[in-house]
């Protein structure tokens, strides 16, 4: 599987995670979808080798992860906002997801396959780790297993300098990967 990004944190440390999209892409490079558009999602996958990813039921990274963006948000929530784009903000009501934006509570049409009805950007959330781990993502956009495969991999250690340095014990075993490089998981 290639690996188009790889990032790596601590648990001290915060990550944004947020993305731009479009809805008048004039050289029409939509990948997937509808003409002009451009629409992105993250959802954990159990391996980079998969083309499909987890239930959101399965995506138990985000249980380890408080966002600091809605506060009231659980990891089903912040997967939920991930996989629809802010489309859906959580399961239910929270501080910062009115009931008309979750997803047991609305009257919004289903998302389409191929994400075309989804916000076009996502503000996202700020994220705080409680504790070190992985995650393998994609986004299922322009998954048509061709080579516009959007996959990667989220480290969180438990030191953010060893993190930063590139001195800790997961990169010391399985050495730096840069994109596009194949990834053995």
Request: charged share 20%; proline share 2%.
């Amino acid at each position: 599987a290639v690996v188009s990004t790889q990032s790596t944190g601590g648990t001290n440390e915060l990550l944004h995670i947020q993305w731009t999209g479009s809805n008048s892409n004039d050289k029409n490079n939509n990948g997937e979808g509808s003409a002009g558009t451009d629409r992105h999602n993250l959802m954990q996958m159990s391996s980079l080798a998969a083309s499909y990813p987890n239930k959101i039921s399965e995506a138990d990274f985000w249980n380890d992860v408080e966002s600091l963006t809605d506060p009231d948000a659980s990891g089903k929530d912040i997967a939920i906002g991930l996989a629809s784009s802010g489309y859906y903000c959580a399961e239910k009501a929270t501080g910062a997801c009115p009931k008309a934006n979750t997803l047991k509570q609305n009257s919004k049409s289903s998302i389409s396959g191929t994400l075309d009805n989804v916000p076009a950007s996502f503000f996202g959330h700020v994220l705080k780790f409680k504790k070190a781990g992985s995650m393998k993502y994609m986004c299922t956009r322009n998954n048509s297993f061709s080579n516009r495969s959007q996959k990667g991999v989220l480290y969180v250690s438990d030191n953010a300098s060893s993190a930063s340095s590139g001195s800790s014990s997961r990169k010391g075993r399985r050495g730096r990967k840069n994109r596009g490089q194949m990834a053995e998981e």
